[in-house]
């Protein structure tokens, strides 16, 4: 697959939770699974626009499991029809891709994974945490809140000031179920 980077971060912002942010998902699924047939395996809304109420940036992200990685290469022209891009992102085992919408107020993020570690992805796992504890989106909404003013043209320094809390809270989700502890910083 191709790779592009070249268009620069927009600032980041974090907006009050938008009740369209979960049909917005649905028809962008609808799509991808129209473009890709049988590919994925499995495919969620994840990120913090899954979770009601909670802050976030306007970016739906999505994950979608493949058997193994290198099928994805197969669909690629059809993500790029979608206007899907192959984004260097230094994310293991999974394939990054994003799509801006000139003119739209949100993105759409893909992260394109194995099947086999479905159950233990830590995205799944915080995004599940925080539908079921809002004392714990509630914080993390307002530490992104204050992290977006502080880190406002820097992506990477507000991404790593979030990694504490975010490590915090998936630990207990592992925990709870029974997983082992994973580092949710990937290098």
């Not at 975010?166 to 290098?187: F, K, M, N, T, Y």
Request: aromatic share 6%; with cysteine.
């Amino acid at each position: 697959m191709t790779t592009s980077s070249d268009e620069p971060e927009p600032d980041i912002a974090v907006v009050p939770h938008d009740p369209a942010w979960p049909g917005m998902y649905g028809a962008e699924r609808e799509a991808l699974l129209g473009a890709t047939g049988a590919l994925f395996i499995a495919i969620e809304h994840i990120g913090s626009t899954a979770v009601p109420g909670l802050e976030a940036k306007p970016v739906i992200d999505i994950m979608a499991a493949v058997q193994r990685l290198d099928e994805a290469s197969a669909a690629h022209d059809r993500l790029r029809e979608l206007g899907y891009q192959l984004t260097p992102a230094g994310m293991r085992n999974r394939l990054f891709l994003r799509k801006r919408a000139p003119g739209h107020a949100c993105a759409f993020h893909l992260h394109i994974v194995e099947h086999a570690t479905w159950h233990e992805r830590k995205e799944r796992l915080f995004r599940d945490h925080l539908q079921a504890h809002p004392e714990d989106a509630r914080a993390y909404g307002a530490l992104k809140q204050r992290l977006a003013r502080e880190h406002r043209r820097d992506g990477l320094a507000y991404t790593r000031a979030k990694t504490e809390l975010i490590q915090s809270i998936v630990d207990r989700a592992c925990d709870a179920r029974g997983l082992p502890r994973i580092d949710v910083w990937e290098d």
